[in-house]
């Protein structure tokens, strides 16, 4: 499929890699619409757009929770009374609050799971008929790295992002042969506002668990991303390392544990003696 003239919806498009889709779906003909709470967030993602992609289409905003389903739904009928029936689905509102299991309340497990997961659910649940009526669409949901596999101090982000997975699998299946086609991207560490907040809480382990998979950026992760979606794919991992990881985790699940749990000592032990 081509981009040019379809309705791009992306939830969470307001900054980061939703911000990063909107801005090259824009430049390549789509008419886009974003989807995130905070007004100003989306008036500035808007204006950023338009401002990269002159010739685009005007770029819709509605403002949304996507943890709620009431408002998720209203902000999609907003959409689409503009830009006319969803033809691509990006689900990228997402949240990560790391941590220590134990320190972690489980309002935060709660939460992650309601934006996450109910937060992809529900506008993939709302534009999936209309599509296959049409016999055409895209749905692409932004899981993580962390949907891979579980890292330390992600208790709460990881099982959300797993939730997508088996989401993704379970609707690819059903969806296959009727012309609507889903995928499933897991980025790796990306620069964006929600990595800057996450390092903040990220546990001493946690940081040197990802230190080895590099820094990607937006324009990176969303040119990989639109390629693939537009090429059918199901699965997007970003790199060497989360391709591999994709196809050998759960043979090498057990070294990978290993591995993991002796970055994980080693950084504990020189938090430790640093102090
Ligand atoms: N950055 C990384 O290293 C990385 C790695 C792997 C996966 N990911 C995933 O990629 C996606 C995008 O992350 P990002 O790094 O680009 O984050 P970001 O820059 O913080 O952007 C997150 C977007 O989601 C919106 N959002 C958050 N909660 C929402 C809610 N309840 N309802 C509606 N919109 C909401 C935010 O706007 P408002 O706050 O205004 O609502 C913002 O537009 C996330 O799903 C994240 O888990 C990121």
Redesign the pocket.
């Given at each position: 499929m081509t981009l040019r003239d379809q309705h791009v919806l992306i939830?969470?498009?307001?900054?980061?890699?939703?911000?990063e889709l909107g801005r090259q779906a824009a430049a390549a003909g789509a008419r886009v619409s974003l989807?995130?709470?905070?007004p100003a967030?989306?008036a500035a993602a808007r204006a950023a757009i338009r401002a990269s992609a002159p010739d685009a289409a005007e770029v819709v905003t509605v403002s949304?929770?996507?943890?709620l389903e009431t408002e998720i739904l209203s902000a999609l009928q907003a959409a689409e009374k503009i830009h006319g029936p969803v033809d691509v689905l990006i689900t990228?509102?997402?949240?990560?609050r790391p941590g220590y299991f134990e320190d972690v309340p489980v309002s935060v497990f709660e939460r992650t799971m309601a934006?996450?997961f109910f937060?992809t659910l529900y506008p993939v649940k709302a534009v999936v008929p209309a599509m296959r009526q049409r016999g055409r669409g895209a749905v692409v949901l932004?899981?993580?790295?962390?949907g891979l596999v579980g890292l330390f101090g992600y208790t709460p982000?990881a099982p959300s992002?797993f939730a997508l997975r088996g989401l993704a699998e379970a609707l690819r299946a059903e969806l296959k042969s009727t012309g609507v086609n889903v995928t499933i991207v897991y980025?790796?560490?990306?620069d964006?506002?929600?990595?800057a907040?996450e390092n903040l809480t990220k546990p001493v382990e946690t940081k040197a668990l990802t230190a080895g998979g590099g820094l990607w950026t937006?324009e990176a992760v969303a040119r990989i991303t639109l390629a693939a979606v537009q090429r059918g794919r199901f699965t997007v991992t970003p790199g060497f390392q989360l391709t591999a990881l994709a196809w050998l985790q759960s043979v090498f699940a057990p070294v990978l544990h290993w591995n993991f749990d002796r970055i994980a000592r080693k950084a504990r032990r020189n938090a430790a003696g640093g102090q």
């Open positions: 939830t969470g498009g307001s900054s980061g890699i939703g911000l989807i995130a709470r905070d967030k989306l949304a929770d996507v943890a990228s509102a997402g949240i990560a934006v996450n937060g932004i899981s993580s790295g962390a982000y992002k980025p790796p560490d990306t964006t506002p929600q990595l907040e937006a």
